[in-house]
């Protein structure tokens, strides 16, 4: 399904710029003209995106030639090149916005994962993504994320069993969404992790006595009820700190002891990496 989708989004996203053609490029630009661009960074982070490039040129024009000499998940900063693409000229502008738009959003998510997976050096707590993703860009900004170091939460709605505060509400309370879910589960023969989200610790101590999960999220415990539930759980689930939690307070989260921290602002308030796409003459 991944990528199928991301097939689909190129094919999109080519439709959405070029419409029925880039009359700029075609006024100017011989059909015959050949030519090559660099990459070029501007600004120092982690890029993110250069395997979706190739894929973008070539499904523009086979004919393109990528040379990469950096390669995703690396350290960049101003003045890298990060690759050169050669071949047809009206081809090089034609798919010259959508790389560069994919590329920064992915190098900016990596980037801003990294810091955040720097902050918790020397703990065992990972750091995870949500669905608070940009529709249609989601598979390219959640392998962004594991370009910077964190993990992948769930892709969507399909692979896992989330019971949030909505569906536990809706369900009539924690026993029966988790009941629920576990008889859907063997009539749909179907096997997928179990997660629950607990709001208090009535709650906590609740979906402790039902069982039959795989993780506890818990939704905006401040640090010191953090680190009594952790104790309350005793290892027997793991633990996911979510809500409230920044950059000034996620090591406190961290030495807890839960095992994941799950970071919407990976993906829905980042700032794009800078970089530009240039001729070389």
């Known amino acids: 399904m991944k990528q199928e989708l991301i097939d689909e989004l190129i094919q999109l996203a080519f439709k959405e710029d070029i419409g029925d053609g880039d ?59 990060a690759f050169t693409v050669d071949g047809k000229v ?13 590329m920064q959003r992915m190098s900016g998510i990596a980037t801003t994962t990294n810091h955040y997976v720097k902050l918790l050096e020397g703990t065992n707590t990972r750091i995870l993504d949500t669905r608070k993703t940009t529709p249609g860009m ?4 959640k392998e962004a ?8 939460h769930r892709i969507g709605l399909f692979d896992m069993i989330l ?32 997660e629950i989200e607990v709001r208090n610790f009535d709650e906590l ?10 993780r506890i999220m818990l939704d905006n415990f401040n640090v010191e009820d953090t680190r009594k539930a952790v104790e309350i759980v005793h290892g027997r689930y793991a633990l996911e700190s979510s809500g409230g939690i920044t950059k000034e307070t996620i090591r406190q989260y961290a030495e807890t002891g839960v095992d994941y921290i799950s970071i919407g602002a990976l993906t829905h308030s980042i700032k794009s990496l800078d970089m530009s796409l240039k001729a070389v003459r």
């Open 23 to 81: 009359h700029t490029t075609f006024s100017t630009i011989s059909a015959t003209a050949q030519g090559k661009v660099q990459l070029i960074i501007k600004e120092e982070g982690v890029l993110a995106g250069v395997s979706i490039a190739e894929q973008i040129f070539h499904t523009f024009d086979r004919d393109l030639k990528l040379t990469v000499y950096i390669p995703d998940g690396t350290p960049v900063k101003y003045g890298d090149i």
């Open 90 to 102: 009206q081809s090089l502008l034609q798919t010259e916005r959508l790389v560069l738009n994919v």
């Open 138 to 141: 989601r598979m390219l900004e």
């Open 145 to 152: 994320v594991k370009i910077g170091g964190g993990e992948n």
């Open 163 to 194: 019971l949030k505060d909505n569906h536990v509400d809706f369900a009539g309370g924690i026993e029966n969404a988790i009941v629920r879910a576990k008889e859907y589960l063997w009539k749909k023969g179907k096997q997928m992790p179990i």
């Open 205 to 214: 101590n609740e979906a402790l006595r039902v069982g039959g999960i795989d």
